[in-house]
């Protein structure tokens, strides 16, 4: 037997082309299914997760997916915004805590997400460096957000301006990053999280008064303070905010904070029955606002990842009937091509069942390096399941 | 540098109120934690939480609540806390440049904000080491209306109680005794201005709103600080004021100096003090300096 396998072991490796050809489609073969399996449970685990921990969510009227997705996984390019009474609305019901979420702007590329303490104490979100946020212009990020951008505690990071031509936009704040969250798991890894208010001034709702060149007066702008921007101030330039310890005290808001923007409220019910209570608000048809659930909705667009997995396997078993038709003709079309090396191992004295031996040797050597490699594969899907569930599961 | 320098502070507030928290007269685990940003909030806390609660009062003896501008480690130690009692009706400017958990907040005066007072028109002057400041917005020291401070203790209470429900008894039982305490000086109060309806008085600062439109006081204010002489303009614009207001007495917010009380005598206004008592007192509690403001009143409308 020993012999056999070593035949076969110096017949593939004298055709180390066509083996490994045949090595790693079968490997392909068997990880394909394997591993898209292995992507669709990761991402059900995630999502599932993190719509289970979320009890409801309050947003403006329209796809309550787009909803769930905004609030939960702050994607959405431009999600459609409440006011900050019905944070408040909801809280007023006594039936439900609330936490309102901005998530409108990005920052780099990564989400910035205004949200209030209690977020992360609902999400148990704690600085592993660094400390929470305490002022205006403070940010923490999420441990994703901290290794892509390089940032630590302490360091500044300018906000992303929202259009480079709009000259009478509002100018980039230019944030603290007060310290970096410990890794989740969760797309709050990604995140780079400020104060609702901080939010609120990046929008443009709140600003600070700084005394310009000429002569100290007060000026309602948001001012840039430090030495290297006096001579933007004076050519009426300024390239961006900065909220100090010596600016802070000026910074405040114009009008009603019950009528600034929001993108969902997170209602923390502490029981069923205020959280049925709760949904009969919002039943009315002309509301302007809903409530989802969001593990319902989760379910709903799992179940049609899994038609579109389905409709994968049934792709991927005809594609692999395919494939092993095709392996079994290249291997009986080597056979025959093989004949005279057959004929002379037989005139050498060996019988046909050697013969029969030596093909089965190579087969399973085939199949183990074959196996081999689809193992390396899923070690490697499952090392990045949670990137690829971020990339191909979660739009 | 200036981020790094925002970062050291962030880092040593932490420190510093680890140390406080598990060094420092840390209440034992378990015990409600409430902060209060104005005293008379403070104190109803702590007459209706009594030894089950443990009651901060974050603000320096020598700094007036509403100016109070609360550093980095001032938020990090308001944020430990449980509750968080708020005045409301503006007193806490500094509330919009904090960050501060939403669900542990709670507006005291959020129950009554129809019956808050808007000031227009406000002097911009200055007094002491804050500089200029202006009194217009909404006035704040809700808790002069005994009424209101009632109500701003229910608040008080209802949040106590949301959050420890097992000690609810004891807390109304405490609520109602501090509210019993209220209304017997709003009774005394109401008794005292009723002698001499419409007796002309002089507020030495803007802060007596409340306190006049409950008890139908018929008070004129002046911008005036008890340790610091007033400048000639301010005086002659007293004696037009008194010539259209002929006031006898002037309340102040303390004693004023001998001096100003002097010169005050010497016009036929005799001064007397109603200590807002919107920071902790040096002696007694916020009941007792009430008192003390009720018994000046009375000598007042005596004479």
């Given at each position: 037997?020993?012999?056999?396998?070593?035949?076969?072991?110096?017949?593939?490796?004298?055709?180390?082309?066509?083996?490994?050809?045949?090595?790693?489609?079968?490997?392909?073969?068997?990880?394909?299914?394997?591993?898209?399996?292995?992507?669709?449970?990761?991402?059900?685990?995630?999502?599932?997760?993190?719509?289970?921990?979320?009890?409801?969510?309050?947003?403006?009227?329209?796809?309550?997916?787009?909803?769930?997705?905004?609030?939960?996984?702050?994607?959405?390019?431009?999600?459609?915004?409440?006011?900050?009474?019905?944070?408040?609305?909801?809280?007023?019901?006594?039936?439900?805590?609330?936490?309102?979420?901005?998530?409108?702007?990005?920052?780099?590329?990564?989400?910035?997400?205004?949200?209030?303490?209690?977020?992360?104490?609902?999400?148990?979100?704690?600085?592993?460096?660094?400390?929470?946020?305490?002022?205006?212009?403070?940010?923490?990020?999420?441990?994703?957000?901290?290794?892509?951008?390089?940032?630590?505690?302490?360091?500044?990071?300018?906000?992303?301006?929202?259009?480079?031509?709009?000259?009478?936009?509002?100018?980039?704040?230019?944030?603290?990053?007060?310290?970096?969250?410990?890794?989740?798991?969760?797309?709050?890894?990604?995140?780079?999280?400020?104060?609702?208010?901080?939010?609120?001034?990046?929008?443009?709702?709140?600003?600070?008064?700084?005394?310009?060149?000429?002569?100290?007066?007060?000026?309602?702008?948001?001012?840039?303070?430090?030495?290297?921007?006096?001579?933007?101030?004076?050519?009426?330039?300024?390239?961006?905010?900065?909220?100090?310890?010596?600016?802070?005290?000026?910074?405040?808001?114009?009008?009603?904070?019950?009528?600034?923007?929001?993108?969902?409220?997170?209602?923390?019910?502490?029981?069923?029955?205020?959280?049925?209570?709760?949904?009969?608000?919002?039943?009315?048809?002309?509301?302007?606002?809903?409530?989802?659930d969001p593990a319902a909705t989760t379910q709903s667009l799992l179940q049609n990842i899994f038609r579109v997995g389905a409709l994968f396997d049934g792709v991927l078993l005809l594609v692999g009937i395919a494939?092993?038709?095709?392996?079994?003709?290249?291997?009986?079309?080597?056979?025959?091509?093989?004949?005279?090396?057959?004929?002379?191992?037989?005139?050498?004295?060996?019988?046909?069942?050697?013969?029969?031996?030596?093909?089965?040797?190579?087969?399973?050597?085939?199949?183990?390096?074959?196996?081999?490699?689809?193992?390396?594969?899923?070690?490697?899907?499952?090392?990045?399941?949670?990137?690829?569930?971020?990339?191909?599961?979660?739009? | 540098?200036?981020?790094?320098?925002?970062?050291?502070?962030?880092?040593?507030?932490?420190?510093?109120?680890?140390?406080?928290?598990?060094?420092?007269?840390?209440?034992?685990?378990?015990?409600?934690?409430?902060?209060?940003?104005?005293?008379?909030?403070?104190?109803?806390?702590?007459?209706?939480?009594?030894?089950?609660?443990?009651?901060?009062?974050?603000?320096?003896?020598?700094?007036?609540?509403?100016?109070?501008?609360?550093?980095?480690?001032?938020?990090?130690?308001?944020?430990?806390?449980?509750?968080?009692?708020?005045?409301?009706?503006?007193?806490?400017?500094?509330?919009?440049?904090?960050?501060?958990?939403?669900?542990?907040?709670?507006?005291?005066?959020?129950?009554?904000?129809?019956?808050?007072?808007?000031?227009?028109?406000?002097?911009?002057?200055?007094?002491?080491?804050?500089?200029?400041?202006?009194?217009?917005?909404?006035?704040?020291?809700?808790?002069?209306?005994?009424?209101?401070?009632?109500?701003?203790?229910?608040?008080?209470?209802?949040?106590?109680?949301?959050?420890?429900?097992?000690?609810?008894?004891?807390?109304?039982?405490?609520?109602?005794?501090?509210?019993?305490?209220?209304?017997?000086?709003?009774?005394?109060?109401?008794?005292?201005?009723?002698?001499?309806?419409?007796?002309?008085?002089?507020?030495?600062?803007?802060?007596?709103?409340?306190?006049?439109?409950?008890?139908?006081?018929?008070?004129?204010?002046?911008?005036?600080?008890?340790?610091?002489?007033?400048?000639?303009?301010?005086?002659?614009?007293?004696?037009?004021?008194?010539?259209?207001?002929?006031?006898?007495?002037?309340?102040?917010?303390?004693?004023?100096?001998?001096?100003?009380?002097?010169?005050?005598?010497?016009?036929?206004?005799?001064?007397?003090?109603?200590?807002?008592?919107?920071?902790?007192?040096?002696?007694?509690?916020?009941?007792?300096?009430?008192?003390?403001?009720?018994?000046?009143?009375?000598?007042?409308?005596?004479?």
């Open positions: 037997m020993r012999h056999d396998f070593y035949l076969a072991w110096r017949y593939l490796r004298h055709h180390r082309a066509r083996s490994l050809i045949l090595i790693a489609s079968l490997g392909l073969l068997i990880t394909l299914p394997l591993a898209l399996h292995r992507i669709l449970d990761a991402g059900e685990a995630l999502m599932t997760a993190r719509a289970a921990s979320t009890p409801l969510l309050v947003g403006a009227r329209g796809s309550a997916l787009d909803l769930t997705l905004s609030a939960l996984y702050f994607n959405a390019a431009h999600p459609p915004m409440i006011r900050m009474a019905e944070a408040e609305r909801v809280a007023a019901t006594g039936w439900a805590e609330a936490l309102p979420i901005y998530s409108r702007f990005r920052v780099r590329g990564q989400p910035l997400v205004g949200v209030t303490l209690d977020y992360f104490d609902f999400r148990q979100l704690k600085p592993v460096a660094g400390a929470p946020l305490a002022m205006l212009g403070d940010c923490v990020l999420g441990a994703e957000a901290a290794a892509k951008l390089g940032l630590e505690p302490g360091d500044p990071l300018l906000t992303t301006p929202e259009n480079l031509f709009d000259l009478a936009g509002i100018y980039p704040l230019k944030l603290h990053v007060a310290g970096i969250l410990g890794r989740s798991h969760t797309p709050d890894d990604e995140a780079v999280f400020i104060d609702l208010q901080t939010a609120w001034v990046i929008e443009g709702l709140g600003h600070g008064h700084t005394a310009v060149a000429d002569g100290g007066r007060m000026t309602p702008r948001i001012a840039a303070v430090p030495a290297t921007n006096i001579q933007v101030d004076q050519t009426k330039l300024l390239t961006y905010t900065e909220i100090t310890p010596e600016n802070v005290g000026s910074f405040h808001f114009h009008g009603d904070p019950a009528t600034y923007p929001i993108t969902a409220v997170i209602a923390v019910p502490p029981d069923q029955r205020a959280t049925t209570l709760l949904r009969g608000r919002y039943l009315a048809p002309l509301n302007s606002v809903q409530i989802v494939t092993l038709l095709i392996v079994a003709l290249v291997f009986a079309l080597s056979l025959r091509l093989r004949q005279r090396e057959i004929d002379t191992i037989v005139l050498l004295g060996c019988s046909r069942l050697t013969v029969l031996r030596l093909a089965a040797a190579e087969l399973v050597l085939i199949a183990i390096a074959s196996s081999g490699l689809c193992l390396l594969l899923l070690a490697l899907v499952r090392h990045q399941s949670m990137e690829l569930v971020r990339h191909f599961v979660i739009p | 540098m200036l981020s790094r320098t925002r970062a050291l502070q962030h880092t040593l507030a932490m420190l510093l109120g680890i140390a406080a928290t598990t060094a420092l007269g840390a209440p034992p685990a378990g015990t409600l934690r409430v902060t209060a940003t104005v005293y008379p909030i403070a104190y109803f806390a702590e007459r209706i939480g009594g030894p089950a609660v443990a009651v901060g009062f974050p603000i320096p003896a020598d700094v007036d609540p509403p100016f109070w501008q609360p550093g980095i480690p001032d938020i990090i130690a308001l944020q430990k806390a449980d509750l968080i009692l708020l005045n409301g009706a503006d007193l806490e400017k500094w509330r919009a440049r904090a960050t501060l958990p939403q669900m542990k907040l709670v507006d005291t005066s959020a129950g009554f904000k129809g019956r808050l007072i808007v000031v227009d028109n406000a002097v911009t002057h200055s007094h002491g080491p804050g500089g200029q400041h202006t009194h217009s917005g909404t006035a704040y020291t809700t808790w002069l209306d005994l009424e209101l401070a009632g109500q701003q203790a229910d608040a008080a209470g209802q949040a106590m109680r949301r959050k420890r429900p097992t000690l609810a008894t004891r807390f109304n039982t405490n609520l109602d005794a501090l509210k019993t305490d209220l209304a017997t000086l709003d009774r005394e109060l109401k008794t005292i201005a009723a002698e001499k309806p419409g007796l002309p008085l002089l507020g030495s600062h803007p802060i007596y709103q409340y306190l006049a439109r409950r008890y139908g006081l018929n008070l004129q204010s002046v911008h005036w600080e008890p340790n610091e002489m007033p400048p000639e303009t301010e005086w002659v614009a007293l004696k037009q004021l008194l010539a259209r207001h002929p006031a006898r007495t002037m309340i102040w917010e303390a004693e004023p100096s001998l001096a100003i009380a002097g010169r005050l005598v010497k016009l036929g206004v005799h001064s007397l003090v109603f200590n807002p008592c919107g920071n902790r007192p040096a002696d007694g509690d916020f009941l007792s300096v009430m008192r003390t403001n009720v018994e000046n009143l009375r000598t007042a409308y005596r004479h």
